[in-house]
T-cell receptor, first 112, second 114 residues
Framework: KQEVTQIPAALSVPEGENLVLNCSFTDSAIYNLQWFRQDPGKGLTSLLLIQSSQREQTSGRLNASLDKSSGRSTLYIAASQPGDSATYLC???????????FGTGTSLTVIP | EPEVTQTPSHQVTQMGQEVILRCVPISNHLYFYWYRQILGQKVEFLVSFYNNEISEKSEIFDDQFSVERPDGSNFTLKIRSTKLEDSAMYFCASMAGGPVTEAFFGQGTRLTVV
């Protein structure tokens, strides 16, 4: 069964710093990987979708990379802002079955 | 921008009662899902629905759970006899096409069973 791990579990940085969130998964047979943002008590907002054939995707200050063979993805956030404070979840969609497997998330706090 | 809408945002129910959680997926999307997140735990898959039938379900989705698409817009999750351990945030998601397309999630329904 696919296992998804996110490191670190929590991260606190001063405003303006660049940062990297890590996601690893055990089974490389995936369609894609999607990064989400979750604010406390709220839903999941899609940030980036990266297909298994892609190496990276960019949206504004966010850049996600994917190394399928090693089972890793990173989410790079440039010039962090207090509004970036949230929990970031990665989820992989396997080739078998039709579901996402989620990580436990990284809780990010950006200090003004 | 199109979005997945869930109602209610919060529901409190007594143990043993039936609850229905409602979702309006994005128009023209074909694949629908329910996930849940128990406080402090991972988001877990419950069920996927395509072409008016369940395409996959997890071991969590037992006989107490059912899903329906009663009309062209709504997608519902029913829990027949709620247990304390059903307390969680329930998320609905929809996708336009197959597994390579982006999934969009609703804001969730927080279910509290007392």
């Amino acid at each position: 069964k696919q296992e998804v791990t996110q490191i670190p579990a929590a991260l606190s940085v001063p405003e303006g710093e660049n940062l990297v969130l890590n996601c690893s998964f055990t089974d490389s047979a995936i369609y894609n990987l999607q990064w989400f943002r979750q604010d406390p008590g709220k839903g999941l907002t899609s940030l980036l979708l990266i297909q298994s054939s892609q190496r990276e995707q960019t949206s504004g200050r966010l850049n996600a990379s994917l190394d399928k063979s090693s089972g890793r993805s990173t989410l790079y956030i440039a010039a962090s802002q207090p509004g970036d404070s949230a929990t970031y979840l990665c989820a992989v969609r396997g080739l078998v079955g039709n579901q996402f497997y989620f990580g436990t998330g990284t809780s990010l706090t950006v200090i003004p | 921008e199109p979005e997945v809408t869930q109602t209610p945002s919060h529901q409190v129910t007594q143990m043993g009662q039936e609850v229905i959680l409602r979702c309006v997926p994005i128009s023209n999307h074909l694949y629908f899902y329910w996930y849940r997140q128990i406080l402090g735990q991972k988001v877990e898959f419950l069920v996927s629905f395509y072409n008016n039938e369940i395409s996959e379900k997890s071991e969590i989705f037992d006989d107490q759970f059912s899903v329906e698409r009663p009309d062209g817009s709504n997608f519902t999750l029913k829990i027949r006899s709620t247990k304390l351990e059903d307390s969680a945030m329930y998320f609905c998601a929809s996708m336009a096409g197959g597994p390579v397309t982006e999934a969009f999630f609703g804001q969730g329904t927080r279910l509290t069973v007392v």
